[in-house]
DNA sequence: CTCTCGATGCACT
DNA sequence: GTGCATCGAGAGA
């Protein structure tokens, strides 16, 4: 096993109601381990929530194959390919009385393998890991990781890190949709420069 | 079957 | 600020 090593959140963390999830997943750590040694990881600096009764959420018009993972049970990674080059990476969350629900990862603080990260990227500087589609191809994350388990340690999991101070988390509107633009279900942390632009 | 377009990122003006 | 690469899912015929 790898020598840095963190603890998963348990899957009762994600069995609350999706808002409040993607609140309270800021701060902690999205860890991925290739081929049982290699660490990358990142803190959760930028999250947004998708629910099922939400029109900008890919469930809203019920189940398919793709999106079947978020309906399905919580604490698993839903990641979905987008715009024929990127794939984003979401945490299962969802009040046990809805029908689906997910939390859109946008932007991470990178914490370990950070050279690792920027040997891949040769331009590496501070948006390595900052925007959805950045952190999965920094971090490694693909389609073959869509409905892994997160509350285990394995490839792909997301541990507790930091505490961030209420003071420092603020609600925006949502990025890079075209319905429910409304809703303010982005959360960031205030002042991180990880956090994406836009 | 064909057509549209997206929970993006990057190059360019 | 605008344009676009690139492709799979979903919608419609």
């Known amino acids: 096993m790898p020598k840095v090593e963190y ?8 069995a609350r109601d999706t808002v409040s999830v993607a609140k309270e997943l800021l701060g902690k750590l999205l860890v991925r381990v ?4 290699i660490v990358l990881s990142g803190m959760i600096v930028e999250t947004e929530a998708y629910t099922s009764d ?31 080059n990127h794939y984003c990476f ?3 969350a969802k009040d046990p009385s809805m029908s689906a629900g ?10 370990d393998g950070i050279d690792f990260m920027q040997k891949v990227r040769v331009r590496g500087d501070d948006r ?37 101070d209420k003071e420092y988390i603020v609600a925006t509107k949502r990025i890079g949709i075209t319905k429910a633009r409304d ?8 002042d991180n420069k990880y956090v994406s632009k836009r």
């Not at 603890?7 to 994600?14: C, H, K, Q, V």
């Not at 999965?136 to 340690?153: M, P, Q, S, Y």
Request: charged content about 20%.
């Open 7 to 14: 603890d998963p959140l348990p899957r009762a963390f994600y």
């Open 34 to 37: 290739i081929d049982e040694k």
């Open 54 to 84: 939400d029109p900008a959420s890919h469930a809203f018009k019920g189940i398919s194959k793709r999106n079947m993972v978020m309906f399905g049970d919580v604490g698993y990674a839903y990641v979905y390919f987008i715009y024929g």
């Open 90 to 92: 979401n945490a299962v």
């Open 102 to 111: 997910a939390v859109l990862v946008r932007a991470l603080q990178p914490i």
């Open 128 to 164: 390595i890991t900052s925007g959805p589609g950045r952190l999965t191809r920094a971090l490694f994350i693909g389609k073959e990781h869509n409905g892994i388990d997160l509350t285990v340690k394995g490839p792909l999991y997301i541990a507790y890190y930091a505490n961030i």
């Open 183 to 190: 809703k303010p279900w982005r959360f960031i942390v205030k």
